[in-house]
């Protein structure tokens, strides 16, 4: 199935799993964990989390979605950004991975996913979206799953300085294109930034 990336608030999406941006304990944070677990029902989802914490980072657990729309929350701890030399991306990669296989595992057939460790954790957000896209292509080869990549807010759409991402669609309008060969193979930033350009389609009208 394709990647689909969309301009939404994950919380309210009827998906089979949503994942959660984590921390390693598994307790509530802000940004997105803080949403998604307002949205769940921080009571119900806290005291789920704390039977599985605390997890390595790069791993994944699963819990009901209690409150929301979807079934299952997957929370994922993805690394903490340094300068890039410290194994974040394969840190990374292992978040998405793992938690593409938790989905599967779990019989889900549909997943959405944050730009996870790209708010306050500081991973780059041309580079976590690069990351993010690689990964998931490479599980799609083998996998029949529906994943959702869901952005919020202007800054996650401009990816890098300069005109390299249209402007943001409207929140709830979304784009699906064919994977481009820049999500699965390392290509200079200019090509990448062309393939952005090519891929993007403009949402259908009603």
Same mark, same amino acid.
């Given at each position: 199935?394709?990647?689909?990336?969309?301009?939404?608030?994950?919380?309210?999406?009827?998906?089979?799993?949503?994942?959660?941006?984590?921390?390693?304990?598994?307790?509530?944070?802000?940004?997105?964990?803080?949403?998604?677990?307002?949205?769940?029902?921080?009571?119900?989802?806290?005291?789920?989390?704390?039977?599985?914490?605390?997890?390595?980072?790069?791993?994944?657990?699963?819990?009901?979605?209690?409150?929301?729309?979807?079934?299952?929350?997957?929370?994922?701890?993805?690394?903490?950004?340094?300068?890039?030399?410290?194994?974040?991306?394969?840190?990374?990669?292992?978040?998405?991975?793992?938690?593409?296989?938790?989905?599967?595992?779990?019989?889900?057939? #549909?997943? %959405?996913?944050?730009? *996870? $460790?790209?708010?306050?954790? &500081?991973?780059?957000? !041309?580079?976590? /979206? #690069?990351? %993010?896209?690689?990964? *998931? $292509?490479?599980?799609?080869? &083998?996998?029949?799953? !529906?994943?959702? /990549?869901?952005?919020?807010?202007?800054?996650?759409?401009?990816?890098?300085? &300069?005109?390299?991402?249209?402007?943001?669609?409207?929140?709830?309008?979304?784009?699906?294109?064919?994977?481009?060969?820049?999500?699965?193979?390392?290509?200079?930033?200019?090509?990448?930034?062309?393939?952005?350009?090519?891929?993007?389609?403009?949402?259908?009208?009603?």
């Amino acid at each position: 199935m394709p990647l689909t990336i969309t301009h939404a608030d994950i919380t309210t999406l009827r998906v089979d799993a949503i994942v959660n941006a984590a921390n390693v304990g598994l307790a509530m944070g802000g940004g997105v964990c803080g949403a998604i677990f307002t949205a769940a029902g921080p009571r119900q989802l806290q005291a789920a989390c704390d039977r599985l914490a605390p997890i390595n980072t790069g791993d994944a657990v699963i819990t009901p979605g209690f409150g929301l729309p979807a079934k299952f929350v997957i929370h994922a701890a993805g690394p903490i950004y340094r300068d890039g030399k410290h194994g974040e991306e394969g840190l990374l990669r292992a978040a998405y991975t793992n938690s593409l296989k938790c989905a599967v595992e779990n019989n889900c057939k #549909s997943i %959405a996913f944050p730009l *996870i $460790s790209s708010g306050i954790y &500081g991973y780059p957000k !041309d580079e976590a /979206l #690069s990351v %993010a896209t690689s990964a *998931i $292509s490479g599980f799609l080869t &083998g996998n029949d799953i !529906d994943v959702s /990549l869901v952005l919020f807010g202007n800054a996650s759409f401009a990816i890098s300085s &300069g005109p390299a991402w249209p402007a943001p669609p409207r929140p709830g309008a979304w784009i699906r294109a064919p994977l481009p060969m820049w999500a699965s193979q390392g290509c200079p930033r200019a090509s990448a930034r062309t393939a952005r350009r090519r891929h993007w389609r403009k949402p259908r009208t009603a």
